[in-house]
């Protein structure tokens, strides 16, 4: 007779089983997305390959090895080591309040010797996986009960306090935003969410009188852009206009003018969509955003076929975590939301944020190769 989940039984997969299990149209569009991030970025330095594009080129190549070991690593590890890298990420965060490097007035960051990371990129990863080891422990019956709501509330306020106070309002907003996103997957109920939304919208007035003078002139200057076009409203004033001069067919290759004689600041990183608004128009961005929609609709499908509510959280924590840095950068650029430091996913220069969503994105994969096993609750011992 059958047993109840035949693939409980089934042999550990091989290394090459792992690899053929992975989802490679997942890879072929990081691929693209990267390979459009160094076309950019060789546009941006005027046709050179250096300081940028050789740079994004290795790290894309280091990335896409990087999914693949993570995603070959048995996910029980993951499982295993979910709440310990959690709790490592949380205590670096206040290793920056003591040991961090201040820089452009917000100290997040922490050296050692060479080398500068923000603790705050490796917490996003931490807190997706950190849920989704909780909520694979937790029995459905008890997601919607108060009680056990609240240590996941704990998990998710407790590094978005810190990062607030850096400051850091943009990734307090994205980690509140990734465990939000993490407790409806895990069916949360929904009154639940209206709940937190009233008492949001009522503490509105009080974070405003708390701000900080540099986010509360952000602010200004996302409700009156054109109040100091040369000052606060800079960055948003050229970005409108390097996307509007690129109409729709755009300009052609290095021929954007407000990139190619440095009116667009920060180039590079956080404004590299409306470059490559002004250098291929209106087509070209919206293909570039499909192909954002495309990863999108075929992790959404990886994760459905997933077994075990581990990896159905981790693929889709690991989503909202690439969707909210896609959707924060192009709302910043067009003028939605306040401006804010963050990059185009897999397409801007910079390094931790590639390595942090480049890992998501393995973690995805992981629990889409392990899609079949039925993790229990023995497996993780008598606690959560």
């Not at 080398?115 to 422990?137: D, I, N």
């Not at 409700?223 to 729709?248: N, T, V």
């Not at 306040?338 to 990059?343: L, N, Q, R, T």
Request: glycine share 10%; charged share 10%; net charge positive.
């Amino acid at each position: 007779m059958a047993q109840p989940y035949d693939y409980d039984y089934l042999a550990p997969l091989s290394v090459s089983e792992k690899l053929w299990r992975v989802n490679w149209l997942v890879i072929a569009i990081i691929a693209v997305l990267g390979g459009i991030g160094v076309v950019a970025l060789f546009s941006v330095a005027g046709g050179s390959l250096q300081p940028w594009a050789e740079q994004h080129a290795l790290r894309m190549l280091f990335g896409v090895a990087l999914i693949l070991v993570v995603a070959a690593t048995p996910i029980r590890f993951w499982l295993a080591i979910a709440y310990p890298v959690y709790l490592v990420a949380l205590a670096l965060l206040v290793a920056v309040f003591l040991f961090g490097t201040l820089r452009m007035g917000a100290q997040r960051w922490i050296e050692i010797g060479p080398l500068s990371f923000q603790p705050s990129e490796m917490m996003k990863v931490a807190l997706v996986a950190a849920l989704a080891r909780y909520y694979q422990w937790l029995p459905p019956h008890r997601v919607s009960n108060p009680i056990w709501l609240l240590p996941p509330l704990i998990m998710i306020a407790l590094p978005a306090a810190f990062v607030l106070k850096q400051p850091d309002l943009g990734t307090a907003v994205l980690f509140i935003v990734v465990g939000l996103s993490i407790l409806f997957l895990a069916g949360v109920n929904l009154l639940y969410f209206a709940a937190g939304a009233a008492a949001v919208a009522a503490l509105v007035p009080v974070v405003l009188a708390n701000l900080h003078d540099y986010q509360r002139r952000r602010l200004m200057t996302f409700w009156e852009p054109d109040r100091d076009p040369l000052g606060a409203g800079y960055h948003i004033a050229q970005s409108k206009i390097a996307l509007g001069s690129g109409g729709i067919t755009g300009k052609g290759f290095m021929k954007g003018t407000q990139s190619q004689l440095n009116f667009l600041p920060e180039k590079h990183t956080d404004f590299i969509f409306p470059m490559l608004g002004e250098e291929m128009g209106f087509i070209g961005t919206m293909m570039l955003l499909v192909l954002y929609g495309l990863l999108f609709f075929v992790l959404l499908t990886m994760g459905l076929r997933c077994r075990n509510q581990f990896s159905r959280l981790l693929i889709g924590g690991s989503s909202v975590v690439v969707f909210v840095y896609l959707f924060i950068n192009v709302a910043m650029v067009t003028g939605l939301v306040p401006v804010v430091g963050v990059p185009l996913p897999l397409v801007s220069y910079g390094g931790t944020s590639m390595i942090t969503i480049m890992f998501a994105l393995g973690l995805a994969q992981c629990g889409y190769v392990h899609r079949r096993e039925m993790l229990r609750r023995s497996d993780m011992g008598t606690i959560c």
